[in-house]
């Protein structure tokens, strides 16, 4: 049965007060537990301040020797090159050769008008049409181009040899000689290398001949570089250096072949060309690309123990030292700096101090 309103027990105010007091208490205990769980010590928080445990850097001593490397930025250049242009005019009507396309001396490297165009070495072209019986240094030099098939040696004068070596080369290329086999401006250019590869066809099949109809170079591609004056005093030809890039997929070494050809720019600054020939054949493909010289320079160094300058310290008298690692322990070496460059220092120490393969600090981390 429901307890009346009239039948509950009432709180006394003696009860009441009590369970204030409880309550109080327990909120209290509440707050100061949270509160302990933040703050914390001053020796705690100087704890979490500190800076981490560190660790001793260490690096290796190596025997060699100091060398400053002189760097140069140069490019690939394209090397020599010959424009081969026939005389006269006419229609283009067979180009047998494509760029790219390396080729050598007694090739036909175009037709013009069904007529070949066949490539030479010579340095100086034809200056007229010779014909049997001519004399002159030109006849020379067409004997001079003609020695794989001439039989005699070049004498100046056009005989039955050099009539036999002309028809030679014709046949060779699979055409009939000219009309008494004469030797033609418009069938026989010259370049100065026996191997050549093509760089451009200017003009197209059909086309009527234009100059250069065909520009190759006769040399493998080199390195070039422009210097102040001053650096060109401390180059010179033969010397070795590397070259190093993209363009050439890496590093290669090479010989400088000319220093020269000095100028003075608007700057006022003079400056010298720098070819360098690497020992491997560049690929044309590799022509304009940025690539770095790298030339070492000065007298033979003396060889020693090699150490990064940041292992050398100081001490307070003046003197220095490295701090020679070994298990868990360090202690100094005193060391006597020798020479310096490129960031590492050639040292001495007391024998039996240092060797190489020795553990130095570096310093932190």
Do not use: C
């Given at each position: 049965?429901?307890?009346?309103?009239?039948?509950?027990?009432?709180?006394?105010?003696?009860?009441?007060?009590?369970?204030?007091?409880?309550?109080?208490?327990?909120?209290?205990?509440?707050?100061?537990?949270?509160?302990?769980?933040?703050?914390?010590?001053?020796?705690?928080?100087?704890?979490?301040?500190?800076?981490?445990?560190?660790?001793?850097?260490?690096?290796?001593?190596?025997?060699?020797?100091?060398?400053?490397?002189?760097?140069?930025?140069?490019?690939?250049?394209?090397g020599n090159t010959a424009?081969?242009?026939?005389?006269?005019?006419?229609?283009?009507?067979?180009?047998?050769?494509?760029?790219?396309?390396?080729?050598?001396?007694?090739?036909?490297?175009?037709?013009?008008?069904?007529?070949?165009?066949?490539?030479?070495?010579?340095?100086?072209?034809?200056?007229?049409?010779?014909?049997?019986?001519?004399?002159?240094?030109?006849?020379?030099?067409?004997?001079?181009?003609?020695?794989?098939?001439?039989?005699?040696?070049?004498?100046?004068?056009?005989?039955?040899?050099?009539?036999?070596?002309?028809?030679?080369?014709?046949?060779?290329?699979?055409?009939?000689?000219?009309?008494?086999?004469?030797?033609?401006?418009?069938?026989?250019?010259?370049?100065?290398a026996g191997t050549a590869?093509?760089?451009?066809?200017?003009?197209?099949?059909?086309?009527?001949?234009?100059?250069?109809?065909?520009?190759?170079?006769?040399?493998?591609?080199?390195?070039?570089?422009?210097?102040?004056?001053?650096?060109?005093?401390?180059?010179?030809?033969?010397?070795?250096?590397?070259?190093?890039?993209?363009?050439?997929?890496?590093?290669?070494?090479?010989?400088?072949?000319?220093?020269?050809?000095?100028q003075t720019g608007d700057?006022?600054?003079?400056?010298?060309?720098?070819?360098?020939?690497?020992?491997?054949?560049?690929?044309?493909?590799?022509?304009?690309?940025?690539?770095?010289?790298?030339?070492?320079?000065?007298?033979?160094?003396?060889?020693?123990?090699?150490?990064?300058?940041?292992?050398?310290?100081?001490?307070?008298?003046?003197?220095?030292?490295?701090?020679?690692?070994?298990?868990?322990?360090?202690?100094?070496?005193?060391?006597?700096?020798?020479?310096?460059?490129?960031?590492?220092?050639?040292?001495?120490?007391?024998?039996?101090?240092?060797?190489?393969?020795?553990?130095?600090?570096?310093?932190?981390?």
């Amino acid at each position: 049965m429901a307890m009346n309103e009239q039948s509950r027990p009432r709180m006394t105010p003696t009860r009441r007060v009590g369970a204030l007091v409880l309550a109080t208490a327990l909120v209290s205990a509440a707050i100061g537990g949270a509160a302990g769980f933040f703050v914390k010590s001053p020796a705690q928080v100087a704890a979490d301040a500190a800076p981490p445990s560190t660790s001793e850097l260490t690096v290796q001593i190596e025997e060699g020797s100091i060398s400053d490397p002189l760097l140069i930025p140069g490019v690939v250049a394209l090397g020599n090159t010959a424009d081969l242009t026939p005389a006269g005019s006419g229609v283009v009507t067979g180009l047998p050769v494509a760029v790219g396309t390396q080729f050598n001396a007694g090739t036909v490297i175009a037709e013009v008008n069904d007529r070949p165009v066949i490539y030479l070495q010579g340095e100086i072209p034809l200056l007229r049409d010779l014909r049997p019986g001519d004399k002159g240094e030109d006849v020379r030099r067409l004997q001079e181009a003609l020695q794989p098939w001439l039989s005699g040696k070049p004498d100046g004068k056009w005989g039955a040899g050099t009539t036999r070596a002309l028809q030679a080369l014709y046949k060779a290329t699979g055409y009939a000689a000219p009309a008494e086999s004469a030797a033609l401006q418009s069938e026989l250019v010259f370049g100065a290398a026996g191997t050549a590869t093509v760089l451009s066809v200017k003009s197209p099949l059909g086309g009527a001949v234009e100059s250069p109809l065909i520009r190759a170079t006769t040399s493998n591609p080199t390195v070039a570089a422009e210097v102040t004056d001053a650096t060109a005093q401390a180059l010179q030809s033969g010397q070795r250096v590397s070259v190093t890039g993209s363009a050439i997929g890496g590093s290669q070494e090479g010989t400088i072949v000319a220093v020269g050809g000095l100028q003075t720019g608007d700057d006022g600054i003079s400056r010298a060309t720098v070819v360098v020939q690497p020992d491997t054949a560049l690929p044309p493909a590799a022509i304009d690309g940025k690539v770095e010289i790298t030339v070492l320079t000065g007298a033979e160094t003396e060889v020693g123990l090699i150490v990064p300058l940041s292992a050398i310290r100081s001490n307070t008298t003046g003197g220095t030292y490295v701090l020679l690692k070994e298990g868990k322990n360090t202690h100094r070496v005193s060391v006597t700096v020798d020479d310096t460059g490129s960031g590492q220092a050639r040292v001495t120490a007391p024998d039996g101090e240092l060797t190489a393969g020795d553990l130095v600090v570096l310093g932190a981390q």
